[in-house]
């Protein structure tokens, strides 16, 4: 059966925001430049982006050479998929302060984002050249070797080295767990995700990326507790339903799968993965009408179904299309 992968985390996970809550030393903003800075933090830490880019950029024009506002304005633009912005204002702050390792290694992930690959390790490289212990850099490095690269061993090894250097840095053991995952190894994916959970028992994507684990190792039972878990954390989640679905799927539990299926839709009317599962097990079902419906809409919404799959649904239901 078809299902949802997590990617190598990136977009809202890809960063820790850095926000730097003061001058330093090089800036020596004035009063008013600083005030607005710090009326931008604040915005900034309650994710209203668009307000702290304004008093960012008023900080900016009191002092054109206040290089904590670029970054932080860059920070605010990526956090809006604002990518070459944000890399506009990484470079300003780079160029007033040359070791600002944290704007290295922000531009690095924001080049991995516009799938600029060699700019982001050289950028992450450059942090870790200023910082050897900024284990941030590292995980972005690693990202740009999975996610770019497919360099799988090498992004183990960055992430490796990040959680050496802060072990209880979740985000790297997510990676890490995802590339293990994507490579097979599931048992070390389970031991990630599961440091993941200790670390942040609230985080839903660990719970769901461990229950894919435990869905390639045919511990379906486990797969679905941790589903369950991601669902009572995030009652929006449809990748979880979905999942939580197609394990119902594969185990008979035609019903169940189909309730599971039926609330990923309610979610989002555009999952091609959803009706074409609900499909199948409308199939399973013998109900080949709905198995028939379900099966041309996922195809409508741009899912790839072998023609022999397309077919089997139509005949049984006496139609043509």
Not at 173 to 201: C, M, S, W
Not at 258 to 273: G, P, Q, R, T
């Amino acid at each position: 059966m078809k299902r949802f992968y997590m990617p190598i985390i990136l977009s809202v996970w890809s960063l820790v925001i850095l926000l730097v809550p003061g001058c330093v030393v090089k800036d020596k903003p004035s009063l008013d430049a600083e005030s607005y800075f710090n009326r931008g933090l604040i915005y900034h830490k309650k994710g209203q982006y668009d307000q702290a880019i304004t008093k960012y950029t008023k900080a900016i024009e009191t002092n054109p050479e206040f290089a904590n506002a670029y970054y932080n304005r860059g920070l605010a633009y990526y956090g809006k998929g604002r990518y070459d912005q944000a890399i506009s204002d990484y470079n300003k702050a780079i160029k007033i302060n040359p070791k600002f390792a944290m704007a290295y290694s922000n531009r690095g992930a924001a080049y991995s984002d516009i799938g600029q690959y060699d700019k982001a390790i050289s950028d992450c490289t450059k942090a870790i050249v200023i910082n050897p212990k900024f284990a941030m850099a590292y995980n972005n490095r690693g990202k740009a070797y999975a996610q770019g690269k497919g360099q799988y061993e090498r992004a183990i090894y960055e992430y490796t080295k990040a959680i050496e250097l802060n072990p209880k840095f979740a985000m790297a053991h997510h990676n890490r767990g995802h590339v293990y995952l994507n490579t097979g190894q599931y048992e070390r994916a389970i031991y990630d995700f599961t440091k993941v959970i200790e670390i942040n028992p609230t985080d839903a994507e660990a719970y769901y990326s461990r229950g894919i684990a435990y869905d390639d190792k045919g511990l379906y039972n486990k797969a679905i507790s941790d589903f369950n878990k991601a669902i009572e954390i995030n009652r929006k989640y449809v990748e979880a339903y979905t999942n939580r679905g197609v394990v119902f799927l594969n185990t008979g539990r035609y019903d169940q799968a189909i309730s599971d299926f039926n609330k990923a839709i309610e979610i989002n009317s555009k999952s091609a993965l959803a009706y074409y599962n609900r499909g199948v097990a409308y199939f399973g079902k013998e109900e080949y009408e709905k198995a028939w419906a379900d099966i041309y809409k996922a195809r409508d919404l741009g899912s790839q179904i072998h023609p022999g799959f397309l077919k089997a649904p139509r005949e049984a239901s006496g139609r043509q299309r």
